[in-house]
């Protein structure tokens, strides 16, 4: 069975610019989490969404934006990128109800020049 | 305020012998604790996970002790080979409701010949 994918896995954006990262869930997982993984830290929660929505939000600037589609797939998007924003951008899907025990993707690592 | 405090930050074992890690947590809410394993340009991968119900879980080589009064837990690599060497986090959250992970810091693990 295909993990959790995401497309691109590499970016490289300028200052200000806007980027969309995508990810699809494992089959018959139904709620996709987002995270920001800064070199040499740990993932940090950016946005958990299922049936279309939102259910939580980590502390992150209203720059970072989400959205979930019918087939459970999800997009992430920054706006106005920061030099900061340069991470490790991980999607994690999990089962409705055991949102706990979450499977993440090989990421998307963003570069912001 | 770091919910999850992981260490050491890094550990170099010989081949063959234990491996080491240990998290301690401060939210009394948190009744799951997965670790996950983390390879250079990878997305963590689920390790193995425990609840606050037993004191201890094995899975192969890994083993995970858990102290609830202390508020601690720890990852054991028994046996530890090259293939090992990888980063480590611990996290930890509630089964109940959509409470996303929270991560330690992470461990840099080099398992040498």
């Known amino acids: 069975d295909a993990g959790v994918t995401q497309s691109p896995t590499h970016l490289i954006k300028t200052r200000g610019q806007h980027v969309t990262l995508r990810c699809s869930p494992i089959?018959?997982?139904?709620?996709v989490s987002w995270y920001q993984q800064v070199l040499g830290q740990g993932p940090q929660f950016i946005f958990q969404?299922?049936?279309?929505?939102?259910?939580g939000r980590g502390n992150f600037p209203d720059r970072f934006s989400a959205r979930q589609f019918p087939n459970y797939s999800s997009e992430l998007n920054v706006n106005a990128l920061l030099l900061g924003d340069s991470a490790l951008y991980l999607c994690?899907?999990?089962?409705?109800?055991?949102?706990?025990?979450?499977?993440f993707g090989p990421g998307t690592r963003l570069t912001v020049t | 305020q770091q919910q999850v405090k992981q260490s050491p930050q890094s550990l170099i074992v010989q081949k063959g012998g234990i491996s080491i890690i240990n998290c301690a947590y401060e939210?009394?809410?948190?009744?799951?604790f997965p670790w996950y394993q983390q390879f250079p340009g990878k997305g963590p991968a689920l390790l193995i996970a425990?609840?606050?119900?037993?004191s201890e879980k094995k899975e192969g080589r890994f083993t995970i002790s858990f102290n609830k009064s202390a508020k601690q837990f720890s990852l054991h690599i028994m046996d530890s080979q090259p293939g090992d060497s990888a980063t480590y986090f611990c996290?930890?959250?509630?089964?109940?409701?959509?409470?996303?992970?929270?991560f330690g810091k992470g461990t840099r693990l080099s398992v040498i010949a």
């Open positions: 994690a899907s999990s089962l409705i109800g055991k949102s706990y025990e979450q499977y």
């Open positions: 089959s018959g997982h139904k709620s």
């Open positions: 969404y299922y049936e279309k929505e939102e259910r």
């Open positions: 939210n009394t809410a948190f009744d799951y």
């Open positions: 425990i609840r606050p119900d037993v």
């Open positions: 996290a930890a959250t509630p089964r109940s409701g959509n409470t996303p992970l929270v």
